[in-house]
Structures are given as structure tokens and as C-alpha cells.
């Protein structure tokens, strides 16, 4: 029998195909053969659960994740990202805002990066350029009050992709940013953000969906963003009613492109005793815009979906046996949660079928507290192969040190 080295290029190609994203680089260690063909493929990688990008280590500044599938954390030198708090993920890419409040996309995993301009004006009318220019890069401490944290959870909302930007030059990155949620967006070529004129009411998701941006506000008021002459948003679609809960209100909405159908998801929360709202169920709607009808949605079949700063994520879970089917995964969206039903945060997932919520994660798995996580999907056809460079530990321990 010949050596498992000496496998033909095209056999070594189809097995990397049937590979998730980690297990894709534990097969580049096997031998130089081996790491040139998982280096060279051009197979996306199988079918898998997102992962979620936690916080940064105060130590060591590496970037931790938690792969999902394995129920284990990933330690990732990630320079790019050092100091950067991330507030949106879509196509793969991340959105990142530094002490500056500055911001970049970047593939983790590719390295490949935009910088981006400085940021709208963040509160009032108060560039928050004028505020920070003299602040030195180690401050943690901001003017008027500010804490550095603050700052940058409170600078950028929402941030999505109209296309992978290693797919399509000629991509739309739209924000929600400032007290209000307002949108803004930039393409590459742009000197300056454009922010999108309209109501003074808060915003609380964007959508690119068939080829146009559609935002929700806090009223559950759609509306699509107008690029010509100046860009504006105008209301669309047919009315719909601010959802009457009586064991509690709405948290959240998200806009999600499921099929081909646009969806809105309601997330509602509730208090227990004095402690902050908590998540408790789901509601899905869709505004058919072509009928200008209303339809409740009850099932997704065997389909999950993950919900979160992040664009709308969706694993068939007959693909992959491991994801819960007719579920929507969900992680907190503020700062403050409760330490009531999930350990330290809101998040979990929730069963669309008996409406239950459970923890998707094993004891003891998250630290006592964690800062906004963003569900993720690696997007990494040309990522470094050495990325998993700790093996043996892959195999061995909860927590993974990588580098690249």
C-alpha cells in the first residue's frame, strides 16, 4: 500500500474538501505535501458552525475565539486587531474600531485588511476627532467622561458588507452609528464616511438584500436606503405593528435574508427580580414587499440561525450534525447582562419548536465576564497554514494558544 504522503494531488484535494476550517490545518501538518495542497486548495471549507470572537487577552493582546463545534477557545496573534473592540462580522470579514476610533474590515485569517476613515461625528455634533486628537494611545481614561470602552462600544452599532470584498472590488460597507443608531456608509475610494439622512428615531438593524440596504427602526418601521440624488431613507413596505408581549418587550430586531425571504426577528426580553432583561423568546415576521402583506413565520425547518452584531449566519443542520435544528443562536448585545440563566450572559439557544432556551456551551467554558461577542464565519481559502501551530494542544486542552 503506498505511503499516505504519496497520495495523488487530487485525492489530498478532496479530502480538504470534507474539512472544516481548523481541521483543514491540522491536515497541513502532516507533511510538506500535505501543507502545500490544504495551502493550495481552493475548496471552501465543509459545512460548519460559526464561531465567536471574544475578547482580547489583556496579556499576551492575542484575539481569543470559541469554536463552536469544538467547544473550545483559540488563542490567535492577530496584530491588526491589537486594542480594537469588534462590532460587526459579515462575509467572513470583521469590523474592527481602535482608540482612536478609527476602523478597518479585516480577514483574520487572510490578514488581508482596509483601513478605513475616521468615523462620523459621534455625539451631537461633536466630531469625536477633536475629542481624542491629544489623548495618547495608552489612555484608557477618555474626555468628559468617557471611559475608553464606552467610546468604542458606543461609536459603531452595527457594521455590515454588501459583497466579500475578495469576491467584488466594488463593495458597500453601511454602519449604524452614534445614540441613534444613524447609517453611514463607505466605499473603497471614498475619502469620508456619507451618512444616509432620515428620521430622528433609532435604528437597530441593516439588511443588504437584493441588491439594496434596508433598515429597521426602533418602531418597527422598515425603510431602504436612497443612494440618488442624496442619500436618504424612504419608507417601504406595509405596516407593521410594534409586537405586544405580555411577559415582556422587545430587546432586539434583525433583518435576515433567509431563501430569498426578507425576515424580521423580534427578540424579547424580560427582568428577573432586580437584575437586567434577560432574553425569552423570538418572533418572526415577514414583510412581503412585493405583496405588501405581513407573514408570521413559525419554523425554519432544519435550519439554525445565529443572531447577533453580526450579519445573519445559517447552518443547515443536516449538514452539520452537531447544530441544533429550528433553533436560533443568540449572544448579548450590550455590555450589562444578567448572570441569572446563562452563567454571566445573555446567550444561548433557543428552540423554535417548544420555545425553550439552553446554553450552547459546556460549564465553565466563557470567562465570569465577556464583552460582546460576534458570531463569525471563517472565510480562509488563503489563510495562512500556520495558523494551528500548537497541534498536539488542538488535540489535548480546552484552550488553544495559535500564531500565525
Known amino acids: 500500500m503506498a505511503a499516505w504522503s504519496d497520495l495523488t494531488f487530487d485525492a489530498l484535494e478532496h479530502i480538504t474538501s470534507l474539512l472544516s476550517f481548523s481541521d483543514r490545518y491540522r491536515f497541513g501538518a502532516v507533511c510538506k505535501n500535505w501543507r502545500s495542497v490544504s495551502k493550495g486548495t481552493q475548496h471552501p471549507p465543509a459545512p460548519q458552525l460559526p464561531w465567536l470572537v471574544l475578547e482580547e487577552e489583556s496579556e499576551t493582546r492575542k484575539r481569543k475565539f470559541y469554536s463552536l463545534s469544538e467547544d473550545k477557545h483559540y488563542s490567535i496573534e492577530i496584530p491588526e486587531l491589537y486594542g480594537r473592540y469588534i462590532c460587526g462580522s459579515s462575509h467572513g470579514w470583521l469590523f474592527a474600531v481602535d482608540i482612536k476610533i478609527s476602523g ?55 457594521a455590515i458588507l454588501s459583497h466579500d470584498p475578495d469576491e467584488m472590488s466594488d463593495f458597500t460597507i453601511m454602519i449604524l452609528f452614534g445614540q441613534m443608531h444613524s447609517p453611514a456608509f463607505w466605499r473603497p475610494g471614498d475619502s469620508s464616511w456619507t451618512v444616509v439622512d432620515g428620521p430622528k428615531c433609532a435604528m437597530e438593524d441593516v439588511l443588504y438584500f437584493q441588491e439594496n440596504f434596508y433598515i429597521i427602526s426602533a418602531m418597527n418601521v422598515l425603510y431602504v436606503v436612497d443612494f440618488e440624488p442624496e442619500p436618504k431613507l424612504i419608507e417601504v413596505g406595509p405596516q407593521i405593528c410594534p409586537e405586544i408581549c405580555l411577559e415582556g418587550c422587545a430587546l432586539q430586531r434583525y433583518l435576515i435574508d433567509f431563501d430569498e425571504n426578507m425576515i424580521l426577528i423580534e427578540r424579547f426580553s424580560r427582568s428577573v427580580g432586580n437584575e437586567l432583561p434577560i432574553t425569552h423568546g423570538f418572533n418572526m415576521i415577514e414583510p412581503n414587499l412585493e405583496e405588501d402583506r405581513l407573514y408570521e413565520w413559525y419554523d425554519i425547518d432544519d435550519y439554525a440561525i445565529f443572531l447577533g452584531r453580526n450579519s445573519a449566519i445559517f447552518v443547515d443542520s443536516s449538514d452539520v450534525p452537531e447544530c441544533k435544528k429550528n433553533a436560533i443562536y443568540f449572544t448579548h448585545i450590550t455590555e450589562s447582562v444578567s448572570p441569572v440563566e446563562f452563567g454571566f450572559h445573555d446567550l444561548g439557544v433557543y428552540d423554535i419548536t417548544d420555545k425553550r432556551i439552553n446554553t450552547f456551551y459546556s460549564v465553565g467554558i466563557f470567562p465570569p465576564r465577556v464583552d460582546s461577542p460576534v458570531w463569525f464565519t471563517p472565510n480562509s481559502s488563503q489563510a495562512t497554514p500556520a495558523l494551528f501551530c500548537n497541534y498536539e494542544s488542538i488535540y489535548n486542552s480546552q484552550y488553544v494558544c495559535c500564531s500565525f
Not at 479585516?106 to 491629544?134: C, G, M, Q, S, W
Not at 495618547?136 to 464606552?150: A, L, N, V, Y
Request: glycine share 2%; aromatic share 14%.
Open 104 to 158: 478597518i474590515i479585516i480577514n483574520p485569517f487572510t490578514r488581508k485588511y482596509y483601513e478605513l476613515p475616521p468615523l462620523p461625528a459621534y455625539h451631537k455634533n461633536v466630531d469625536v476627532t477633536t475629542l481624542i486628537e491629544n489623548v495618547p494611545s495608552d489612555c484608557m481614561e477618555w474626555p468628559r467622561g468617557f471611559t475608553f470602552k464606552e467610546m468604542q462600544t458606543a461609536i459603531v452599532f452595527k
